[in-house]
Protein backbone atom coordinates (compact mmCIF):
# COMPACT_ATOMS: atom_id res chain seq x y z
CA UNK A 1 0.00 0.00 0.00
CA UNK A 2 1.40 3.20 -0.98
CA UNK A 3 0.83 5.99 1.69
CA UNK A 4 2.89 8.92 0.06
CA UNK A 5 -0.24 9.39 -2.35
CA UNK A 6 -2.82 10.37 0.81
CA UNK A 7 -2.19 14.19 1.31
CA UNK A 8 -4.35 17.18 3.12
CA UNK A 9 -5.96 19.11 0.29
CA UNK A 10 -5.22 22.13 1.92
CA UNK A 11 -1.25 21.85 2.06
CA UNK A 12 -1.14 22.67 -1.52
CA UNK A 13 -3.33 25.33 -1.12
CA UNK A 14 -1.52 26.76 2.17
CA UNK A 15 1.75 26.40 0.26
CA UNK A 16 -0.10 28.28 -2.94
CA UNK A 17 -0.95 31.06 -0.99
CA UNK A 18 2.13 31.30 0.56
CA UNK A 19 4.35 30.98 -2.73
CA UNK A 20 2.02 33.96 -4.43
CA UNK A 21 1.43 36.36 -1.78
CA UNK A 22 3.99 36.12 1.24
CA UNK A 23 6.99 35.15 -0.09
CA UNK A 24 7.17 37.67 -3.00
CA UNK A 25 6.31 40.45 0.22
CA UNK A 26 8.69 39.77 2.52
CA UNK A 27 12.55 39.38 1.13
CA UNK A 28 14.99 37.78 2.73
CA UNK A 29 13.55 35.48 5.35
CA UNK A 30 14.85 31.78 5.45
CA UNK A 31 13.02 28.74 4.88
CA UNK A 32 11.59 27.92 8.10
CA UNK A 33 9.86 31.22 8.41
CA UNK A 34 7.68 30.10 5.42
CA UNK A 35 7.56 26.37 6.70
CA UNK A 36 6.76 27.60 10.38
CA UNK A 37 3.81 29.49 9.14
CA UNK A 38 2.84 26.54 7.11
CA UNK A 39 2.38 24.48 9.89
CA UNK A 40 0.31 26.85 12.11
CA UNK A 41 -2.15 27.77 9.67
CA UNK A 42 -2.32 24.31 8.77
CA UNK A 43 -2.80 23.35 12.24
CA UNK A 44 -5.86 25.82 12.32
CA UNK A 45 -7.68 24.44 9.17
CA UNK A 46 -9.75 21.40 8.87
CA UNK A 47 -8.41 17.84 7.97
CA UNK A 48 -9.17 17.11 3.76
CA UNK A 49 -7.46 13.98 3.11
CA UNK A 50 -7.18 13.12 -0.50
CA UNK A 51 -5.40 11.08 -2.76
CA UNK A 52 -5.61 12.77 -6.06
CA UNK A 53 -6.50 16.69 -5.91
CA UNK A 54 -9.16 16.59 -8.46
CA UNK A 55 -11.30 14.33 -6.80
CA UNK A 56 -11.57 17.21 -4.28
CA UNK A 57 -11.97 20.14 -6.61
CA UNK A 58 -14.38 17.79 -8.52
CA UNK A 59 -17.02 17.41 -5.70
CA UNK A 60 -16.80 21.48 -4.43
CA UNK A 61 -18.90 23.80 -5.17
CA UNK A 62 -17.20 27.77 -6.08
CA UNK A 63 -18.71 28.88 -2.75
CA UNK A 64 -16.89 26.16 -1.14
CA UNK A 65 -13.95 26.25 -2.80
CA UNK A 66 -14.24 30.36 -2.28
CA UNK A 67 -14.87 29.30 1.49
CA UNK A 68 -11.53 27.23 1.50
CA UNK A 69 -9.73 30.37 -0.41
CA UNK A 70 -10.76 32.64 2.30
CA UNK A 71 -10.04 30.46 4.98
CA UNK A 72 -6.14 30.07 4.07
CA UNK A 73 -5.58 33.50 3.41
CA UNK A 74 -6.92 34.23 6.96
CA UNK A 75 -4.90 31.35 8.36
CA UNK A 76 -1.79 32.14 7.13
CA UNK A 77 -1.73 35.74 7.52
CA UNK A 78 -2.61 35.28 11.20
CA UNK A 79 0.21 32.81 11.19
CA UNK A 80 2.40 35.22 9.74
CA UNK A 81 1.29 37.94 12.27
CA UNK A 82 2.39 35.12 15.03
CA UNK A 83 5.57 34.15 13.94
CA UNK A 84 6.45 37.99 13.40
CA UNK A 85 5.41 38.62 17.01
CA UNK A 86 6.85 36.06 18.82
CA UNK A 87 10.05 34.64 16.97
CA UNK A 88 11.38 37.70 15.05
CA UNK A 89 14.26 38.39 17.26
CA UNK A 90 15.68 34.88 15.91
CA UNK A 91 16.54 35.94 12.55
Known amino acids: M ?3 EIHNYYEHLVFDYIDEH ?3 NT ?3 PDDYFLDIACIALNKLP ?7 VD ?4 LSQ ?14 KEAQTFIDQ ?4 RD
Open 47 to 53: NRYVRHD
Open 86 to 89: HFES
Open 22 to 24: IIP
Open 63 to 76: KDREDMRTAVRNCV
Open 2 to 4: ERS
Open 56 to 59: MAFF
Open 27 to 29: GGK
